[in-house]
C-alpha cells in the first residue's frame, strides 16, 4: 500500500502547480466534488466528511500555511482511500492514518528537501 500511496502522491504533484504548499486553493479545480475550508477553533488539525454530495475538508485556520497543506494531503488521502476502507479490515485505523501521513510527506517531499537545503 505503501507503494501505491507513493505513486498517487508523484501523480499528484505532477497536476498540482509549484508550490505545492499551495495544494488547498488547487485542489477544487482538480476534484470538483472536494471543498476545502477553514475552521476557526478546530480541536484537530483536519477532518473530512461527506454532505450535500461533495467531500468536504476542514483544517484548522490557526494552523500555518505548510501545515495546513499537510492537512489538506493527508485527508485528502483518506477520501482515495475511503472506498477500499469500506470493505477490508486488513488495517488498523493507525494504519490507514499512517499510510495518510506516508502520502501527505511524499507529495510535499520535494519542498521540504530545498527549503531544508
Known sequence: MRHIAAQQAGLL???LPAPVGQAPAHLASLFPTIVVESAARLPVP???????HRWHIHVRE??????RAFTVLHQLKHIIDHPIRRVTTA???ADWDALAKHFACLALARELTAASA
Do not use: V
Open 13 to 15: 504533484r505532477g497536476l
Open 91 to 93: 488495517f488498523s485505523d
Open 62 to 67: 490557526d494552523d500555518s500555511a505548510d501545515e
Open 46 to 52: 483536519g477532518i473530512t466528511f461527506w454532505a450535500n
